[in-house]
Each structure stands twice: as C-alpha cells, then as structure tokens.
C-alpha cells in the first residue's frame, strides 16, 4: 500500500469519527465552501451561470444522504423538483445529480423509487437528464436495479455511475451498455474492503481505463469523472489516435477542484461538466473530497491559515 492509499484509508476513518464530524460542522464550514455552490438554489443556479460563461457545463447536486425518515426523502423530492424548474427558469445548461438515499432508498425501496421516478419524469418532461449517483456497496446493486426500471417504463433520461474499484464492475458495464444506460465512470471514493474492492491504485488504474476504453471504442457517450492527469491524457491521446470525435464523451471534474483546468478543456474543444454540489449536507461530501488526495487537504489548510 504506496502513501496515498494509506491517506485515503486513514481519512475516511477519520471521518467516521463522531467527534470528527461536531468538531467539523462547528468550525469548518468556510473551509468546506471550497467545495460547495452555496447553500441556496438561488446561488447554486448562479454559479452554474458563470460555469457556463467559461463553456464549462454543469451537474447540480442538492446535497443530501443518510435520512431517517421518508418525510426527510420527500422534502429531497421536492427540493429536486424546484431544482430542475429553476434549470428551466435560467435556461442554464445543467443536468441534475443525487443520492438514492437521500430518496429513502435505505428506508423503503419502492417509496425511493417513487420519489427518484418522480424527478425523473419532470427531468423528462422538461428535456433535462437525472443522474443517480452511486454509493458505497450496500446500495450498487439496488441502485443499477432502479435505474434498469427506470429505463424500462421508457425514462430513459436517467443514468448512473459506475466504480472501477469494485470487481462486479466489468459484468455491471457490460449490462448498463446492452440497456443503454448513460453512466459515469469514476475510479471509486468509498471505504470498500478488499474482498470487493482493488486496494491498489495501479489495479484500480488498470480496471478504470479498460472500462473508458470499452465506452470509447463502441462510441457509446459517457462521462469520464477524473482529476488525475494519467487518466485525462490517456483519454485526449486515445481518442485522437483512434479518431474518436470530442463529442461521444464528457470529462468531469469537482466543484473547486481545478477550475483553470476545466476551463482550458473548454476552451481545447472538449466536454467539461462541473460537479456542482450545493445545500447545508455537506459533510460527508466534503469528507470524502478531502480524502482523495493530500493536496485537497493542503489546499483547504493554506486557506484557512489565510
């Protein structure tokens, strides 16, 4: 295990902590605004705007997960609902992103899929895309159940995300593409242990670009969710070298994270779309940032020294 899997192990350990968590919502919030649109739509839609200004498309997250009650998951609904009206009302150019837990899915399976078809009917409606976020590996597989259902009542403006770390997500490719199910493909930001999950990079790396390259060569479209330069120049030479058109595929890269280099894909012609997260439930996305890679930490330590 090479010094950065060790980090990432160790913070999302850390960040497990109770004590961890009151002393990060009592005193860290500015430093998690690196991270974060805002807490309002109001403010999330406005930065959209200034995202795209720059040719920078965008993915709005209404942040949100570990509910207790299916109330709390309605109100998610809801929220999302007026979210994608607001897309509408500004005529920004963003798709919208959430959690299949913060829509009950750890509560009540079929309320969650109530609430998620919901969102997705109105997206559908208003020619917009609803994005299901995947997460850690209780959920993989209701997740991919839920959006197959989706797909198969004709809602097929639903996508999701696949992880390269896990080892099912060779046969789970190979099943979305034949559904011709839009996913997003990330390496993989949960605590997952070794019996379902690659613990080395280089494995991860390997399995990450095998499932880019299966997408590629297909022209299926697809979003390539990266930071690591390894993984963006591998994609720009592959496809060049094949002649795959900037068209068929998407980078996309966090909110705060990169911002110049975002805006240069832009400008170089590629698809960039900004994970955009926005709301008062940030902690445990702001954890999982944080946990990536030890540059994100040195970054928010130099702001707050400032």
């Given at each position: 295990?090479?010094?950065?899997?060790?980090?990432?192990?160790?913070?999302?350990?850390?960040?497990?902590?109770?004590?961890?968590?009151?002393?990060?919502?009592?005193?860290?919030?500015?430093?998690?605004?690196?991270?974060?649109?805002?807490?309002?739509?109001?403010?999330?839609?406005?930065?959209?705007?200034?995202?795209?200004?720059?040719?920078?498309?965008?993915?709005?997250?209404?942040?949100?997960?570990?509910?207790?009650?299916?109330?709390?998951?309605?109100?998610?609904?809801?929220?999302?609902?007026?979210?994608?009206?607001?897309?509408?009302?500004?005529?920004?150019?963003?798709?919208?992103?959430?959690?299949?837990?913060?829509?009950?899915?750890?509560?009540?399976?079929?309320?969650?899929?109530?609430?998620?078809?919901?969102?997705?009917?109105?997206?559908?409606?208003?020619?917009?895309?609803?994005?299901?976020?995947?997460?850690?590996?209780?959920?993989?597989?209701?997740?991919?159940?839920?959006?197959?259902?989706?797909?198969?009542?004709?809602?097929?403006?639903?996508?999701?995300?696949?992880?390269?770390?896990?080892?099912?997500?060779?046969?789970?490719?190979?099943?979305?593409?034949?559904?011709?199910?839009?996913?997003?493909?990330?390496?993989?930001?949960?605590?997952?242990?070794?019996?379902?999950?690659?613990?080395?990079?280089?494995?991860?790396?390997?399995?990450?670009?095998?499932?880019?390259?299966?997408?590629?060569?297909?022209?299926?479209?697809?979003?390539?969710?990266?930071?690591?330069?390894?993984?963006?120049?591998?994609?720009?030479?592959?496809?060049?070298r094949h002649g795959i058109s900037k068209d068929i595929f998407e980078f996309q890269m966090l909110y705060g994270l990169r911002m110049n280099d975002q805006a240069e894909l832009a400008r170089q012609g590629y698809r960039i779309r900004c994970y955009t997260p926005y709301g008062t439930m940030?902690?445990?996305?702001?954890?999982?940032?944080?946990?990536?890679?030890?540059?994100?930490?040195?970054?928010?330590?130099?702001?707050?020294?400032?």
């Amino acid at each position: 295990m090479d010094g950065t899997e060790l980090y990432r192990k160790m913070m999302l350990t850390v960040s497990g902590s109770k004590l961890v968590e009151r002393m990060t919502l009592k005193y860290g919030k500015k430093m998690a605004r690196k991270f974060i649109a805002g807490d309002t739509l109001t403010e999330a839609l406005e930065e959209t705007r200034r995202l795209n200004q720059l040719g920078i498309m965008v993915t709005l997250d209404h942040l949100g997960e570990g509910i207790t009650s299916l109330d709390e998951a309605k109100g998610y609904k809801e929220q999302y609902l007026k979210l994608l009206e607001g897309i509408d009302e500004h005529k920004v150019n963003a798709n919208v992103s959430l959690k299949p837990t913060q829509m009950g899915m750890a509560l009540e399976r079929e309320a969650c899929y109530e609430n998620v078809r919901a969102v997705a009917a109105r997206a559908k409606e208003l020619g917009n895309f609803v994005r299901l976020d995947m997460e850690d590996s209780p959920f993989t597989q209701a997740t991919i159940d839920m959006t197959l259902r989706l797909h198969a009542e004709g809602l097929n403006n639903v996508g999701t995300v696949l992880q390269a770390y896990l080892f099912r997500t060779a046969e789970d490719v190979k099943t979305m593409m034949k559904a011709g199910v839009n996913l997003r493909l990330v390496k993989g930001a949960y605590k997952e242990p070794a019996a379902i999950a690659s613990q080395r990079m280089s494995e991860i790396m390997d399995s990450y670009k095998k499932i880019i390259k299966r997408h590629l060569d297909r022209e299926i479209y697809t979003a390539i969710a990266s930071h690591d330069d390894r993984i963006i120049n591998w994609v720009k030479e592959y496809s060049t070298r094949h002649g795959i058109s900037k068209d068929i595929f998407e980078f996309q890269m966090l909110y705060g994270l990169r911002m110049n280099d975002q805006a240069e894909l832009a400008r170089q012609g590629y698809r960039i779309r900004c994970y955009t997260p926005y709301g008062t439930m940030w902690y445990p996305y702001y954890t999982r940032r944080l946990a990536e890679k030890p540059s994100n930490l040195m970054m928010v330590l130099k702001n707050m020294f400032k």
